[in-house]
């Protein structure tokens, strides 16, 4: 299956220590984007690159997010000094074409903080 | 900036009937529109997208939606339900920068 996978699926931590997802993208899609989903609403944007370049980030991703795709293949979402607030779902997505290409979604990180 | 209105938050129908989901947006530009559904524990997949063309949209596992442009809506429609249709639905709108905004989703319950 080449569909887009998320590693881990859960994650629990403790509040204050650093966590690191991994998007691993559709091989040939070229666009990747980041979103969080909390319980009861939508996802929401995060970030999102176009091969290695990132090229825009939500207000919502403070400066204890960081997202990197090197050689615009695989990407990583980090969060440091986690807080309770982070827990949710890290949804990551990637797409063909810019617009007119529907996303395709992985099956997400739940991430809970104690 | 672009928006999107889910009204409803739980539909419940039978099974069997008909399956209306509805969905308002604003975009200040002509928009891309998408219906994704989402199981337990799982990503979001695509149910259809109206991008251009005609408004009458077809998807997946008999869904269909219509684009309204004076109504600025994209309400999502089966005409009969069945059991496994039971998810939560997203509609999102794309003004092509990118990135998409979701409404907070419709759940859906079919009852026997």
């Known amino acids: 299956d080449t569909g887009v996978s998320q590693n881990p699926r859960h994650k629990i931590t403790k509040r204050g220590q650093n966590v690191t997802f991994r998007c691993d993208p559709i091989s040939e899609h070229n666009r990747l984007y980041w979103y969080r989903q909390t319980l009861g609403q939508g996802p929401e944007f995060l970030t999102y690159?176009?091969?290695?370049?990132?090229?825009?980030k939500s207000r919502l991703l403070s400066d204890r997010f960081s997202a990197e795709r090197p050689k615009g293949s695989f990407s990583t979402l980090e969060i440091q000094r986690t807080e309770q607030g982070d827990s949710a779902m890290y949804l990551c997505?990637?797409?063909?074409?810019?617009?007119?290409?529907?996303?395709?979604f992985g099956p997400g990180t739940r991430l809970t903080v104690t | 900036a672009q928006s999107v209105t889910q009204l409803g938050s739980h539909v419940s129908v039978s099974e069997g009937a008909l399956v209306l989901l509805r969905c308002n947006y604003s975009s200040s530009v002509p928009p891309y529109l998408f219906w994704y559904v989402q199981y337990p524990n799982q990503g979001l997949q695509l149910l259809l997208k109206y991008t251009t063309g005609a408004t009458l949209v077809k998807g997946i596992n008999g869904f269909e939606a219509e684009f309204k442009k004076s109504e600025t809506s994209f309400h999502l429609t089966k005409p009969s339900a069945h059991m496994s249709d039971a998810a939560e639905y997203f509609c999102?709108?794309?003004?092509?920068?990118?990135?998409?905004?979701f409404g907070d989703g419709t759940t859906l319950t079919v009852k026997p």
């Open positions: 690159f176009q091969n290695e370049a990132q090229l825009e």
């Open positions: 997505a990637s797409s063909l074409r810019q617009g007119m290409g529907e996303q395709y």
């Open positions: 999102a709108v794309d003004t092509n920068a990118g990135k998409s905004t």
